[in-house]
């Protein structure tokens, strides 16, 4: 028996226990009431539609459950942002679903709703995949105008995408099955098909009181944008049905028609499990974020067969590259190695910081792979760069900036897996968000962050006496203690994997269970869209 195994196993257990129950909230929306007054009007909720429309027999993925959360608070909360989005299949064809959640504030757009929908329209345009929205908004939340509306990637953005969407033949469908009003009755008429439910759908640029105040002209909201009016007289929509459940079953039955997709023509064979358990995970990833581990063994339990052939094993030994397959696709993999190694030139390496041998030889395989056409996989638990006279004068900087140029330049898709450490300059070169990876998840054990907790915390203990100092203010002992908790406290919260994900730096927080389901839904989204722009690096510091 191991004792830390064991130690780890329970700690990791528990943290997904809190992502699960964590979920379930988010699951709610808008609560048990706002739920009852959508179903008395004979409406599904907006996971139920997505349910009913997706095949139950495939998997899926859901982007950002915890956008906005804690956040909003004065104005009741926005779960989700009030709007669902999940990648899943339908009639066989992996497609993106976009629901308005009616529940949360009548589907109004906060500015994270806005940013929520940008990305699952990223998603769409990156990968070709057909994407579909279900509308049911009360349109831009007023209050909060200022931050949603004017600016560029702010709601108008999304019609934009709409119309290049089109431009570029990815398949956009709309059903109207709620409210759809002002700008947002754009979006539907943008896609390439627009269908509404009757008695529920209704869409106009400006609702009856708006009406009333604007021209005097007394008209209710059905007369005005109605499924008869929009089906009958103004020729809007395309569709009328009579509920939410053969609206839907149109969806599928139009995306069951649809021409095959395009094809990247990444390597697939049939999938393997690992030989190594999967579940063992939890008792490998140490109870604290400080603790060092075997990256390798992670990989191992990650990959099919547990079969990784690492490139230049012996060098750069901070930083594990290999090929492997994962749920049949083949792949690049580029991960941080926690555990303390040692050169051939008897140098220590702390575990989780790059050093220059290590980001040289990463540059060079993710190089490798964009040769030969194989998608990157990151898996980070990275501290950054290493630091100090003697990295300096070996040229880390030089070495560091050839990997973020190889990161940035990549032509083949990437996905990046935080499991523990996601600091500074690491970050970016471990391909995080500002490096556009297809999709980017966080273990319940990740921390994001531009430096360590202890770390910051003294620094910005420092600036503050500082502060006070030039005031002619001074902290006692006991009050620098106690402010040095308090920063901690504060920072180390703002590091957490529910911080960053309810503010959409990462898609989602999942358990490592579902890795593999991760990379290869993304991989196979990503084998819809043939890659086009040639590898270049530019200019390179060598």
């Known amino acids: 028996m191991n004792l830390d195994f064991n130690v780890n196993e ?29 179903r008395d009007r004979g409406k599904l909720l907006a996971r139920e539609r997505i349910a009913y429309l997706l095949d139950a027999d495939q998997p899926s993925l859901e982007i950002g459950a915890f956008a906005a959360e804690n956040l909003y608070e004065e104005q009741g909360g926005c779960p989700a942002a009030g709007v669902v989005v999940v990648i899943g299949y339908i009639a066989n064809r992996q497609c993106i679903v976009v629901a308005n959640d009616a529940t949360v504030k009548a589907g109004a757009w906060f500015p994270l709703t806005a940013k929520k929908n940008l990305r699952a329209q990223e998603i769409a345009m990156e990968n070709r995949l057909p994407i579909i ?10 209050p909060m105008q200022d931050e949603i509306f004017p600016d560029k990637e702010h709601f108008g953005r999304v019609f934009r995408n709409n119309a290049r969407m089109s431009s570029e033949g990815i398949v956009q469908i709309a059903a109207i099955m709620g409210s759809c009003v002002a700008g947002g009755a754009y979006l539907p008429v943008m896609s390439d098909e627009a269908m509404i439910v009757d008695g529920t759908g209704s869409v106009f640029l400006a609702g009856s009181y708006l009406v009333k105040s604007a021209i005097g002209e007394d008209v209710d909201n059905e007369t005005l944008g109605g499924a008869t009016t929009h089906c009958e007289i103004s020729g809007v929509t395309d569709y009328k049905y009579p509920d939410d459940k053969s609206c839907l079953d149109s969806i599928k039955h139009i995306i069951g028609k649809l021409g095959a997709p395009l094809n990247s023509g990444f390597n697939r064979v049939k999938p393997i499990l690992p030989a190594f358990n999967p579940k063992e995970i939890y008792g490998l990833v140490p109870d604290s974020r400080e603790k060092p581990y075997d990256m390798k063994e992670i990989i191992l339990r990650l990959v099919d067969d547990s079969d990784f052939e690492e490139y230049k094993a012996l060098y750069g030994k901070s930083i594990l590259c290999g090929l492997a397959r994962i749920d049949g696709w083949a792949v690049g993999i580029v991960a941080n190695q926690r555990k303390v190694v040692k050169s051939k030139k008897g140098e220590m390496q702390i575990g989780g910081v790059i050093y220059s041998d290590a980001a040289d030889k990463a540059a060079r395989f993710i190089m490798n792979c964009n040769q030969k056409k194989i998608p990157l996989v ?19 900087i030089k070495d560091g900036a050839k990997m973020v140029n190889a990161v940035a330049n990549s032509v083949v898709p990437k996905f990046t897996i935080v499991i523990g450490n996601s600091y500074g300059a690491g970050n970016y070169a471990m391909c995080g968000k500002a490096y556009d990876p297809r999709l980017i998840y966080a ?12 770390q910051a915390a003294k620094t910005l203990l420092q600036i503050q006496k500082a ?4 005031k002619g203010q001074d902290l006692g002992e006991k009050a620098e203690e106690d402010l040095l908790r308090e920063i901690t406290a504060r920072y180390n919260q703002q590091t957490t994997p529910y911080y960053a994900a309810a503010r959409l730096w990462i898609d989602g927080i999942i358990d490592p269970l579902d890795t593999r389901k991760v990379i290869s839904m993304g991989i196979e ?17 060598v």
């Open 378 to 396: 990151f898996l980070q638990d990275v501290t950054g760069f290493m630091v100090g006279s003697k990295s300096e004068h070996g040229g880390i």
């Open 525 to 541: 989204a990503a084998n819809q869209c043939p890659i086009v722009k040639p590898f270049n690096v530019g200019i390179m510091q």
């Open 467 to 470: 502060t006070m100092k030039a």
């Open 443 to 454: 273990w319940p054990s990740a921390k994001i962050a531009v430096m360590g907790g202890e």
């Open 10 to 38: 329970d700690v990791n257990k528990q943290a997904v226990y809190t992502l699960k129950s964590r979920l379930k909230k988010v699951f709610l929306g808008g609560g048990e009431a706002a739920s009852k007054k959508q």
């Open 133 to 142: 929205y279900l509308v049911d908004s009360a349109g831009v939340y007023l």
